[in-house]
């Protein structure tokens, strides 16, 4: 599959539309317009890549909706260089949103399967994070901690201390928050042992999964 004008125009529109249901950061709303989420789906389901829908992407995993992406990414407020780890790597666009905002980016994923092809996706398209892991993102990443911000794509029924404890102070942990229906939730650590809490709308994601291995 090829990236063409039409594909680019499509993503325009999708940048207008995320705009549109509240999402002003400029740098966010550029990087929908130049990520060719059409190429993180399977080229049957081409026509499904710009509309604004999450959408399943095998191992009963999805890719999040664009919205939602851009949503909680803005929450992030990411500066160039931010150390960022995102638990949930499934299709691998939301790690390509975080690198064209030039973070460095380490991410996490559960699913063998997953992992294996969306690292062989990554090599093809010469995205390059610092770390993908095969792991538990419960447990966070502690050897490269402290992070400038976690985000967290998949349903947690409750928040993992170990992803508060592995941030910078100033840092941030966005993270849904729920089991039948999750409430976005953002973390800054404040000091070394005070953190701020706020929350935003509901949202439906998969559930974050205690590992097997
Ligand atoms: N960021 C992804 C969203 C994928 S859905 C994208 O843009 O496509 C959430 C992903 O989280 C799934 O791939 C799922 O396998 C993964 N996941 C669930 N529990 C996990 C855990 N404990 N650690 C790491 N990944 C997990």
Same mark, same amino acid.
């Given at each position: 599959?090829?990236?063409t004008?039409?594909?680019?125009?499509?993503?325009?529109?999708?940048?207008?539309?995320?705009?549109?249901?509240?999402?002003?950061?400029e740098?966010?709303?550029?990087?929908?317009?130049?990520i060719?989420?059409?190429?993180?789906?399977?080229?049957?389901?081409e026509?499904?890549?710009?509309?604004?829908?999450?959408?399943?992407?095998?191992?009963?995993q999805?890719?999040?909706?664009?919205?939602?992406?851009?949503?909680?990414?803005?929450?992030?407020?990411?500066?160039v260089?931010?150390?960022?780890?995102?638990?949930?790597?499934?299709?691998?666009? /939301?790690?390509?949103?975080?690198?064209?905002?030039?973070?460095?980016?380490?991410?996490?994923?559960?699913?063998?399967?997953?992992f294996?092809?969306?690292?062989?996706?990554?090599?093809?398209?010469?995205?390059?994070?610092?770390?993908?892991?095969?792991?538990?993102?419960?447990?966070?990443?502690?050897e490269?901690?402290?992070?400038?911000?976690?985000?967290?794509?998949?349903?947690?029924?409750?928040?993992?201390?170990?992803?508060?404890? /592995?941030?910078?102070?100033?840092?941030?942990?966005?993270?849904?928050?729920?089991?039948?229906?999750?409430?976005?939730?953002?973390?800054?650590?404040?000091?070394?042992?005070?953190?701020?809490?706020?929350?935003?709308?509901?949202?439906?994601?998969?559930?974050?999964?205690?590992?097997?291995?």
């Amino acid at each position: 599959m090829k990236d063409t004008l039409k594909h680019r125009g499509k993503r325009n529109q999708l940048a207008e539309i995320v705009k549109e249901k509240g999402v002003t950061s400029e740098t966010v709303l550029e990087a929908i317009r130049t990520i060719p989420r059409h190429l993180f789906l399977d080229s049957s389901f081409e026509d499904h890549a710009y509309q604004d829908k999450a959408f399943p992407i095998g191992a009963e995993q999805t890719i999040s909706q664009p919205y939602t992406v851009a949503f909680q990414t803005s929450l992030l407020q990411i500066n160039v260089g931010d150390k960022i780890l995102e638990i949930g790597t499934g299709s691998g666009y /939301q790690t390509a949103i975080l690198l064209q905002l030039k973070a460095k980016v380490y991410t996490i994923e559960r699913q063998l399967e997953l992992f294996k092809k969306t690292n062989l996706f990554f090599n093809k398209m010469g995205y390059r994070p610092k770390k993908t892991i095969f792991g538990d993102g419960y447990k966070g990443l502690p050897e490269e901690a402290p992070f400038n911000g976690i985000i967290v794509t998949a349903g947690a029924p409750h928040v993992p201390k170990a992803l508060l404890s /592995q941030l910078a102070v100033g840092g941030k942990l966005v993270i849904p928050v729920g089991i039948d229906e999750q409430v976005m939730t953002l973390f800054t650590r404040t000091s070394e042992k005070e953190f701020e809490k706020k929350e935003f709308g509901s949202f439906r994601f998969v559930p974050l999964l205690e590992n097997k291995n």
